[in-house]
């Protein structure tokens, strides 16, 4: 029987740059798996459905709560999240290790459930150097840069929570320190 596989939960203000660290991370290791979140949002740019997210209506999303197909779940920012507890029970047990890209709260929640998992932060240089990145990415109105500065300044107090912090101020550092934090386990 293949070893148990492990699960790097990945939290980060919007802005980031949390998802060019993952891609990159998964470019250079094919064999870790990544867990793709269903949410009811409309994608942005050039995300596309099963690759970044499963993009579902409201009515699946609230089908998928009632069968209990969520090892978690929530609103942020207006739109429903959801992660796969299928998906995620049973990559580990067959030894494969997980990428999940989850906010906070998200976080505390599938660690209760996986009490196992690897907690990883990523945090920006700066606010300043936040609200930068959210305004130049071209993809939120002004008020909702706001809203997820706000929210970003509450998710940073969350960091001293998490196993590791990662300080994204030099992205190629950035996506050592987590390829290092991985070869770890």
Not at 40 to 48: D, I, M, V, Y
Request: proline share 3%; charged share 25%.
């Amino acid at each position: 029987m293949a070893k148990r596989g492990h699960l790097f939960i990945i939290s980060a203000p919007s802005g980031t740059g949390k998802s060019t660290i993952l891609s990159a991370i998964l470019k250079q290791d094919p064999t870790i798996r990544y867990s793709i979140s269903c949410t009811t949002r409309p994608s942005r740019g050039s995300e596309r459905d099963g690759i970044n997210y499963y993009f579902i209506s409201d009515d699946a999303f609230h089908k998928k709560i009632d069968s209990g197909e969520f090892a978690e779940w929530a609103e942020v920012h207006g739109h429903l999240y959801g992660t796969s507890a299928k998906f995620l029970d049973n990559s580990l047990h067959l030894g494969y290790d997980i990428l999940l890209d989850i906010d906070v709260e998200g976080a505390k929640k599938l660690y209760a459930k996986y009490p196992e998992a690897i907690l990883v932060f990523i945090a920006p240089p700066s606010m300043e150097e936040l609200r930068r990145r959210l305004s130049e990415r071209n993809t939120d109105s002004a008020e909702a840069i706001e809203q997820r500065t706000r929210s970003a300044e509450a998710e940073m107090a969350e960091a001293k929570q998490y196993h590791h912090v990662i300080v994204n101020d030099d992205l190629t550092r950035a996506i050592s320190e987590l390829k290092a934090i991985i070869n770890t386990y």
